[in-house]
């Protein structure tokens, strides 16, 4: 439910775009699904390079000293990237109709 919910906002967002802007609706779909697709990925991911650069400012803020942790790179599929995938789909069967 969440999922859809979330695709509906995304949609939105996007046809707001297309409508405010006055821009083609399919490329306005694919960069908006794009953008969305890697920033869900950015925020469902973990034990990359940005968390582990994060961790190293929060050590150092606090004085302490940085250990890097082992934990190997991990995604949490969500329903932000579940949403922002079904519209890149959306956006792929509107470019084959259209």
Excluded: W
């Excluded at 908006?32 to 940005?50: P, Q, R």
């Excluded at 250990?67 to 790179?73: C, G, M, S």
């Amino acid at each position: 439910m969440f999922v859809l919910l979330v695709l509906g906002i995304e949609l939105a967002i996007l046809f707001g775009i297309f409508m405010f802007l006055n821009t083609n609706l399919l490329s306005t779909m694919f960069f908006g699904s794009v953008g969305f697709i890697l920033v869900a990925f950015i925020t469902g991911s973990k034990g990359d390079a940005i968390s582990k650069g994060g961790q190293l400012a929060v050590f150092e803020s606090l004085g302490g000293a940085y250990k890097p942790e082992h934990e190997q790179a991990s995604l949490r599929v969500g329903p932000f990237l579940l949403g922002s995938i079904l519209c890149f789909i959306l956006y792929v069967i509107l470019e084959v109709l259209l």
